[in-house]
């Protein structure tokens, strides 16, 4: 049992003073002010500092394209062809990557992490934490979304796709709603399973899980705006659950977003403006997004922006007009909810994941250090 | 008519031997500083600006601002000129647009002045940074669109990324050998033709002659170069012609920070944060301007704008402090300016400089804390909320 007491506690929703968190078997049991330390347990000095939970990543390539490796190493995109939900992000992660270390150093305690945005249905994203005694304990669950993208599609010279991309928007779309058409069909039973060959039943029965709302869709959506309604189209027609991911011009529709209940994944914050698409990249909408009542996260992109900077990320959407508390949700308990996790992660209660982080200040701050940051109850990492 | 401005400060960081004044004024008259001091006499027309935190306007000495326009194609690199990978006769000052929405975002962050580079940076869809050998000629320019130098130095790059961007064109040299020997027979080539020892009519004589400076030691080499043994093959190169070399990047310098201080070269770290793409930027931390800092390394920390945005430049010095960098100011002020070349017009408040001034409402390196004015040649450039 470890007690971490006498710090500021920010859950984040609630701010407690002097308080204290108890955590057992790798679980919060308690979460308060005042509370009754037991005499076995060990004690965290957290006086004079900030406690927050660890923080979440909700989109990242964190193992997939390893630190310090270039193109040859990357295992982010696929040109297997467009429609490719069977290959699995853990089938590519290397967990031995010094990206884990580097990124646990800045507080973040766990990881969406999946395939790249090369097709327009990827494969299967899979949830990570950031340690684990064992590197097979570090991931938490290999089957956490299926990863789509929209915008037109390129191969790269020379590659033959088994099946042609789309190369306009609509045909992106297109090729998605084709696919989801068949997996609804596949559930209903129109389709007969043993009709199919192996391939084509091993992706209609990750779709499934799609269709039956068991898993979210992580779309990616960085162009343009129109795109955006396209995605709410899908949403919409198949009934899925989903995620906004990067969600660059989103703060244009934010109400349309509120009103939907799609949570967004924003970011990465300080890209290189250098793309075609590029002028609706805005520090700015993720404060726009919260204040309109979207569930906002903010991702880093790994390694666009290295992961240990997501809270950095949060701290520049702060300069750039987020409330600071919102801040801190956007990188805890709204991108845990939004990756479904909610119920293990994102916030200090009685019943959550031990993760926390200890820092030297408020966390918005760029000059507050990470002091340590604890994972299922154990030291992760300490300064 | 005299035009002034006054400037009250709580706190006046001078970076000059008046040091930090509080509760200080300086009075700008025509576009340069006239007076600094607690107390100094406003002339009644002067028109007065308050602020808390008073600095140098800052300075980022390595960009592609205005060379490499934002929303361009990531399939065309501007900013390089891919028909001649040794083109050290271009000049950046020819192909830059003023009007650049870049120039607005540098004010907004306090930045008053950079050194332009060609060339062009790596961006997340790029698979090599777009470099050659050199690319040509940088220029320091003023955010206000007035240029303080139009030829500062040559640029040039070595190691990997030229290597590869070659590659990918089929133009040799396509190993570290091939380039720094190029360098070398270019550099070699222009001693001779400064001893005429070749003849006037020399075909290549333009590019001889934009080497010539720096043999003269008129203006330095600004050179990309990330790892200790690129660093080291242009230190040997630049013993061997005595020319003086600014390492850009530099993302291994802390490793030989001792050496570099010792030889008085100088270091253009940055962006700090940036992705560790390629085995080039495996050791990149923000550690590195501490390390460089406590060994007596002349540097500074820049933005490469657009890799990381240039209006962030003190979220990249900023990070450093909270890793060991004791004084950030100074590198992207005073040290910025020494190495573009230009502290006898920019980075410092003293009488006789530019009146080139940024004011902040709190600590200028803690990310909340926002410009409240930028000033450029004693006008208001910019005014933040």
């Avoid at chain 1, 004079?48 to 193109?71: A, C, E, N, R």
Wanted: aromatic content about 6%; charged content about 25%; overall charge negative.
């Amino acid at each position: 049992m470890k007690a971490v007491i006498g710090g500021t506690v920010l859950t984040p929703e609630r701010t407690i003073e002097e308080g204290t968190v108890l955590i057992q078997d790798g679980k919060i049991i308690s979460v308060g002010k005042g509370i009754k330390v037991p005499e076995e347990a060990e004690i965290i000095d957290a006086h004079g500092k900030y406690v927050t939970p660890g923080f979440v990543d909700g989109h990242s390539h964190l193992g997939m394209v390893p630190d310090g490796f270039d193109w040859e190493d990357s295992d982010v995109n696929d040109y297997y062809g467009p429609v490719t939900p069977h290959l699995r992000a853990i089938d590519g992660i290397n967990l031995y990557d010094s990206g884990f270390e580097e990124t646990l150093s800045g507080g973040v305690t766990t990881v969406y992490t999946g395939p790249g945005s090369s097709n327009s249905i990827g494969g299967i994203g899979a949830i990570v934490k950031t340690y684990g005694r064992t590197k097979e304990e570090m991931v938490i669950d290999d089957f956490a979304s299926v990863k789509m993208a929209l915008g037109p599609k390129r191969t790269p010279e020379g590659s033959k796709p088994k099946t042609p991309y789309p190369t306009t928007r609509m045909g992106t779309v297109a090729t998605i709603r084709a696919a989801l058409t068949r997996a609804r069909d596949y559930v209903d039973r129109r389709l007969e399973p043993d009709k199919l060959d192996n391939e084509e039943r091993m992706m209609m029965e990750i779709l499934s899980r799609l269709i039956r709302r068991e898993v979210p869709a992580h779309i990616h959506t960085s162009n343009m705006p129109d795109e955006l309604f396209a995605v709410i189209r899908i949403i919409d027609e198949f009934n899925i659950r989903a995620t906004m991911d990067h969600g660059f011009g989103s703060e244009l529709i934010a109400e349309k977003l509120a009103e939907k209940n799609i949570p967004v994944i924003y970011g990465p914050l300080m890209m290189a403006k250098k793309s075609s698409g590029a002028k609706y990249i805005s520090d700015k909408a993720p404060g726009i997004l919260s204040s309109k009542g979207v569930k906002t996260s903010i991702m880093t992109d790994h390694p666009v922006i290295p992961g240990k900077y997501l809270r950095l990320s949060a701290a520049v959407a702060v300069r750039n007009g987020m409330a600071p508390a919102e801040a801190l949700k956007a990188i805890t308990r709204n991108p845990a909810e939004a990756i479904g996790i909610g119920e293990r992660l994102g916030g200090l209660e009685q019943g959550k994941d031990g993760d926390l982080v200890l820092l030297s200040g408020l966390p918005m701050k760029i000059k507050s250090i990470v002091e340590m940051v604890i994972i299922n109850g154990e030291i992760a990492y300490h300064l | 008519m005299v035009n002034y401005l006054a400037i009250e400060g709580e706190e006046i960081r001078t970076f000059s031997e008046k040091g930090v004044i509080r509760k200080g004024r300086i009075l700008i008259k025509d576009g340069k500083i006239a007076k600094v001091g607690r107390e100094i006499d406003i002339p009644a027309s002067a028109k007065t600006v308050a602020g808390e935190v008073v600095v140098p306007g800052l300075i980022d000495a390595h960009t592609h601002l205005g060379i490499c326009p934002i929303e361009s194609s990531d399939r065309q690199p501007p900013g390089v000129d891919a028909s001649d990978p040794v083109s050290p006769h271009l000049r950046v000052v020819d192909g830059l647009n003023p009007f650049d929405e870049g120039f607005k975002d540098a004010l907004s962050g306090g930045i008053t002045t950079a050194v332009v580079s060609a060339g062009s940076p790596l961006s997340w869809a790029m698979m090599v940074e777009a470099v050659t050998i050199m690319p040509g000629q940088n220029a320091v320019v003023k955010m206000n669109g007035r240029i303080l130098n139009e030829r500062s130095g040559v640029k040039m790059a070595v190691g990997e990324h030229p290597k590869r961007f070659l590659e990918s064109l089929k133009i040799p040299p396509t190993t570290r050998m091939g380039i720094i020997s190029v360098i070398r027979s270019y550099l070699e080539k222009a001693k001779l033709y400064t001893d005429k020892e070749i003849p006037e009519t020399e075909k290549e004589k333009p590019k001889l002659e934009a080497i010539i400076p720096l043999l003269k030691g008129e203006y330095p080499a600004h050179i990309h170069v990330h790892t200790v043994r690129d660093i080291l093959s242009v230190l040997r190169l630049s013993e061997e012609y005595m020319f003086n070399p600014v390492l850009v990047h530099a993302t291994e310098s802390h490793m030989v920070a001792e050496k570099l201080a010792e030889r008085k070269v100088s270091v253009v770290f940055g962006p700090v944060i940036f992705p560790r793409r390629g085995r080039e930027l495996m050791n990149l931390t923000a550690k590195t301007p501490g390390l460089l800092e406590e060994k007596g390394v002349l540097f500074t920390i820049s933005t490469d704008h657009p890799a990381s945005p240039i209006q962030y430049l003190l979220i990249n010095v900023g990070l450093a402090e909270a890793e060991g960098l004791r004084d950030g100011l100074r590198t992207v002020t005073v040290n910025a300016a020494k190495i573009a070349g230009v502290f006898d017009r920019v980075g410092n408040i003293e009488p006789g400089k530019d009146g080139d001034i940024a004011i902040f409402d709190g600590d200028p390196t803690e990310i909340d804390s926002k410009v409240t004015y930028t000033i450029v040649d004693g006008s208001i450039e910019y005014r933040g909320g």
